[in-house]
């Protein structure tokens, strides 16, 4: 059974940092794609970010510069750290392994709130 447990989300002053933390189990996460999806308020879903089994890493034009997405292997842990964060980054945010159809499991996802 896989399950992917997000966690690490807050509330957070304009400009300030959060790492929020994905683990996974039932899956070969070493070679797994895994990818950080948004969801704001009253909005539809937003790719973020993706690190693919070799390490690289791909950032929606709007995070580029201030997310960092990276994995621990030995912990079967996807990480995004979030600096410089923004009103506009307030989202749930959910852990999600992408294939080449698309996104084949989800986390719960843990809520990030940009806030003065």
């Known amino acids: 059974q896989v399950q992917l447990v997000e966690s690490g989300g807050g509330l957070v002053q304009p400009g300030g940092s959060l790492r929020v933390s994905c683990a996974a189990s039932?899956?070969?996460?070493?070679?797994?794609?895994m990818t950080w999806i948004r969801q704001a308020p009253g909005k539809g879903l937003e790719w973020v970010s993706t690190?693919?089994?070799?390490?690289?890493?791909y950032y929606t034009d709007s995070v580029k510069g201030r997310f960092t997405v990276s994995r621990d292997n030995a912990k079967n842990t996807l990480y995004l750290q979030m600096n410089s964060l923004k009103p506009e980054d307030t989202a749930l945010y959910y852990c999600?392994?992408?294939?080449?159809?698309?996104?084949?499991?989800w986390g719960q996802g843990t809520q990030v709130t940009v806030s003065p």
């Open positions: 039932g899956l070969t996460f070493t070679s797994s794609w």
């Open positions: 690190i693919n089994g070799g390490g690289g890493t």
């Open positions: 999600s392994r992408a294939t080449g159809e698309g996104f084949d499991y």
